[in-house]
Every structure is written in structure tokens, then in C-alpha cells.
């Protein structure tokens, strides 16, 4: 497998899970873990989330941006996890790019209200394991592939290069 074809793999992965856990940094020290209703991944797999800006995971947020993100497909036995930080966003025009209207619910006031800013989450290095597709680097199923960003290009991980 090279980088393009993890990616790819990746992102499959991603778009074919409507839910995922996002998991931050308490300050006491505890990890928080949420189901999370993600938009599809940007290009650079750059996600974003809708929360309220009086959450536990913004708080949590503005204490340590350092974040983790899991999407889990049963059917192909496979994940995703992706390491990286995350910043606040409060711009209208980007709330209302992100912005599902199944969520008038919690909601209210749709993108426009008060309670409603996004989380953009970058990731900064992707595990992924997927044994339908045969992404089991060896020892087989033992360890994931690991991509790491290095500025704008994404660097394979040494346990899974070829030798």
C-alpha cells in the first residue's frame, strides 16, 4: 500500500460512518469520549463538527486542543483513528457551510443562533487498519498503518514500509 492508496482508504472508511467518537482532554486529567455526527471529511481529511459553544468538549477544547477521532466500520472489520488538534470556529458563513437541518432540534435557532459554533479538527497523524482491504501491516493485524503530516504531505509510518 503507498500514501494515496491509505488515504483513500481512509477516507472511505470516514465518509461510510455517519457517527464517530471524538475524545478530548479533561483537565482533570480524564479523556472524554462523545458520539459525534461528523461532516464529511475536507480534502486533507480536515473535520468538522456542530456543538454548543457550552459544552463539556469545548471546554475541554479551550484547555488542550489535542483531540483523537474513531471511525469504527464493522462490516469490514476496519478503523480509523486520527490524532490532532482542533480550533474554535465561529464564523457565520462557515456554520452555516456546516450544518445538517436534521439538527433544528438541538438547534433551535439553526446556524445563525448563539448556541451553535463548530469544532474544525486537524488531523496530524491517521492509523488505520482495515483487514476487508487487507491494510494489516505485519505482523498481521498486530499494528495499524500509520500515516504522519509533515507540513502539507502525509509521511508513512516505519513499521509499514517495505524493507
Partial sequence: MDINNLMAAARTIMQSTKYCLLMTHAPT?????????????????????????????????????????????????????????????????????????????????????DDYILIRFMPEQIEIMNFADNIAPPPYGLMPAVLTRRGDQWVLGEHYRET
Avoid at 480534502?43 to 484547555?63: E, M, N, Q
Avoid at 482542533?86 to 452555516?96: C, M, P, Q
Fill in 29 to 113: 486529567g480524564a479523556i472524554n469520549a462523545r458520539l459525534m455526527q461528523p461532516f464529511p471529511p475536507d480534502h486533507d481529511l480536515t473535520l468538522w463538527f456542530g456543538t454548543s459553544p457550552r459544552s463539556g468538549k469545548v471546554r475541554d477544547i479551550r484547555a488542550n486542543p489535542h483531540l483523537t477521532v474513531v471511525y469504527q466500520d464493522n462490516a469490514r472489520v476496519a478503523y480509523v483513528t486520527l490524532q490532532g488538534t482542533a480550533r474554535l470556529e465561529s464564523d457565520l458563513n462557515l456554520r452555516k457551510n456546516h450544518w445538517f437541518e436534521g439538527w433544528k432540534l438541538f438547534w433551535p435557532d439553526g446556524p445563525e443562533g
